[in-house]
């Protein structure tokens, strides 16, 4: 008889926890990035 596995999702390895991490970092980077370049757009349109 086949080993039953239980929940849609496999156990994580120790490394996720970086990977989580890592993956904040650069969402939170181009959050930035984008408000940066959206204010920068929108200043030269006002004050042009």
Do not use: Y
């Not at 849609?8 to 939170?28: H, S, Y």
């Not at 959050?31 to 940066?36: I, K, P, R, S």
């Amino acid at each position: 008889m086949a080993r039953q596995r239980h929940g849609a999702t496999r156990r994580q390895p120790k490394g996720a926890a970086f990977d989580r991490w890592l993956d904040l970092v650069v969402i939170v980077a181009v959050m930035t990035a984008m408000v940066v370049g959206l204010s920068a757009v929108l200043a030269h349109w006002l004050l042009t």
